[in-house]
């Protein structure tokens, strides 16, 4: 199964063979890729000023930025469902909708307005905050905001609102009994039901039943990515650390967060400097995007982590074609 890296110097196409993988071509060598998608017959890849196209397998990539009116993407994704729809989380914090795999572009406006009355923020921008994970089952959608919480849409995202238990107060500390951290880092669901969520954040790793109406702190730590297997809901590898980018590891449950072991066979973990900064399963290996711009990978069935790429070291995300 072919897939694509973003990387700060282009997009990295490359295949798996028999001896591991092999880059097979490169593409956008001039643009800084910070977040890519793919779908039968088009790669999104999304930069700070707009979204680039490709419907030849990424042979050639043109600007497709219509109805884009905040350019700065920072996570792209395909709804598993329909590969026609496309979306785009952007910084200030917004969510762009595609009914064409990418060619044209709507905003959800309510995003904006939370946005705009709950004055979201980053730390490290002056950007108004941003959506940086989306996450689907069916009707039901999810969405991380940094630093806002956790959005939910009942209607294959087409329309979004705040959670129940996400107030969307873009303050630090602990958040209320049975609410969300605030400074939502990514988002994950599970096959088994659209009710069964996952956040991981700057205030811990948070766990919900309920379709986000209340939550659990399952990890107290500094989080960025999670993988949900999915034919188990209580196994989880996550990537925590002691606060942002420091002493980052890799950890797994198979109770649903009620004890962790450490999962870090072949790394030199944990990392003084860096962290896991997204996971994506890829048949049956698990990438992982680290935020120092590594990518490393393992078997599944055995969790021997090993580096990928080698050539590549300032990886933003990857993306299955």
């Not at 990539?61 to 469902?81: K, Q, S, V």
């Not at 969520?197 to 205030?203: E, T």
């Not at 021997?304 to 990886?315: L, M």
Request: aromatic share 8%; net charge negative; charged share 25%.
């Amino acid at each position: 199964m072919p897939i694509a890296l973003a990387t700060q110097t282009g997009i990295v196409l490359a295949t798996r063979e028999a001896s591991g993988w092999r880059e097979a071509a490169r593409a956008l060598p001039h643009e800084n890729i910070l977040a890519i998608a793919a779908t039968r017959g088009a790669i999104i890849a999304g930069t700070r000023a707009g979204i680039f196209r490709s419907t030849d397998s990424g042979a050639t990539f043109h600007a497709a930025n219509d109805g884009l009116t905040t350019r700065h993407i920072r996570w792209l994704t395909i709804h598993p469902d329909d590969s026609a729809r496309a979306f785009a989380g952007t910084e200030g914090a917004g969510i762009f909708i595609s009914r064409d795999a990418g060619a044209t572009w709507r905003e959800c406006p309510e995003v904006a307005r939370l946005r705009d009355l709950h004055r979201w923020s980053l730390p490290y921008s002056p950007g108004a905050g941003c959506v940086r994970g989306l996450a689907f089952n069916g009707a039901r959608a999810y969405a991380a905001v940094e630093v806002g919480g956790v959005l939910i849409s009942d209607d294959r995202g087409e329309t979004w609102r705040l959670a129940d238990g996400s107030d969307g107060k873009p303050r630090f500390g602990a958040p209320k009994k049975l609410f969300v951290h605030p400074d939502v880092h990514s988002i994950a669901t599970h096959p088994a039901s659209p009710d069964l969520v996952y956040a991981p954040s700057g205030g811990g790793f948070y766990r919900s039943r309920d379709g986000g109406k209340s939550w659990e702190l399952k990890y107290d730590c500094y989080c960025r990515a999670v993988w949900v297997d999915p034919q188990d809901a209580e196994h989880l590898i996550l990537g925590p650390a002691d606060n942002v980018d420091e002493q980052g590891r890799i950890e797994e449950t198979r109770d649903g967060g009620a004890t962790w072991r450490a999962a870090s066979n072949g790394l030199r973990a944990p990392w003084k400097r860096h962290m896991v900064e997204r996971f994506l399963q890829v048949d049956d290996e698990l990438f992982a995007v680290l935020s120092n711009g590594e990518l490393i990978a393992t078997p599944l069935a055995s969790l021997e982590w090993r580096g990928v790429f080698d050539d590549v070291k300032d990886a933003a995300a990857i993306a299955i074609l």
